[in-house]
């Protein structure tokens, strides 16, 4: 069946260092969502990307949505203690439109 | 807020029980979604239903059953239960039938101990 791989699953940065999480596809999807999950909570919606090629930024946060809509990044640009969380990228499937959501990336800030 | 509601918030009970989970979608949501979080886990898509009628399934136990009602509020039964299932199982809510029209709205979760 269709499957999201992301990576990595967690990743330890200074506060200040940049954090990259990456989705990939072993099909083309009709859209992407980025969900944050703090410790604790819930996830919450951050981005829907939907055309090929698609870059969208929320301040310090860029999405990218590959050309072959098959893979995905999140940027996050001098981190702080508030980007703390799992970060979860959602593919929507081509054929069933249904999301298939990839194992989270955890961002933890480093003392 | 999210605007989806979950009760309990808290659940502890004992292997072999029934526990019944509770979902209030956001005013308008006819979606409703269940997903189970085990301890610094991914999120498993259990079962969506869409205007009272189910419309997706995914890996949900035969021990496990869903429904939702005319006023779209869900609930999801848990039976037989063993000490596997303890999660958080999140409920979440969307307008469309499908997501590709927006985005999900979780609500703040039901975490089940079984002890």
């Known amino acids: 069946g269709q499957q999201v791989m992301q990576i990595p699953q967690y990743q330890h940065v200074q506060e200040g260092e940049d954090f990259t999480t990456y989705c990939n596809s072993s099909?083309?999807?009709?859209?992407i969502q980025w969900y944050k999950q703090r410790p604790g909570g819930h996830p919450v919606f951050l981005i829907q990307?939907?055309?090929s090629g698609e870059v969208k930024k929320q301040k310090r946060l860029t999405f990218q949505f590959g050309e072959a809509k098959k893979n995905s990044s999140l940027h996050i640009t001098a981190t702080q203690t508030t980007d703390v969380g799992t970060y979860f990228c959602?593919?929507?499937?081509?054929?069933?439109?249904?999301?298939?959501w990839g194992a989270g990336t955890k961002l933890i800030i480093k003392p | 807020d999210s605007g989806v509601t979950q009760t309990p918030k808290h659940l502890i009970t004992a292997t072999g029980q029934r526990v019944t989970l509770r979902c209030s979608p956001r005013s308008g949501d006819l979606s409703v979604y269940w997903y189970q979080q085990s301890l610094d886990q991914g999120l498993q898509f259990l079962i969506q239903?869409?205007?009272?009628?189910?419309?997706a399934k995914g890996n949900i136990l035969e021990r496990f059953s869903a429904q939702q009602f005319p006023d779209l509020h869900s609930e999801l039964n848990l039976s037989s239960l063993e000490l596997g299932d303890s999660a958080l199982y999140f409920c979440a809510s969307s307008v469309g039938r499908t997501p590709i029209t927006g985005e999900l709205f979780f609500g703040e979760g039901s975490r089940l101990t079984v002890l």
């Open positions: 099909t083309t999807l009709s859209n």
């Open positions: 239903y869409y205007n009272g009628e189910e419309r």
């Open positions: 990307l939907v055309k």
């Open positions: 959602a593919g929507l499937g081509d054929s069933n439109y249904q999301l298939i």
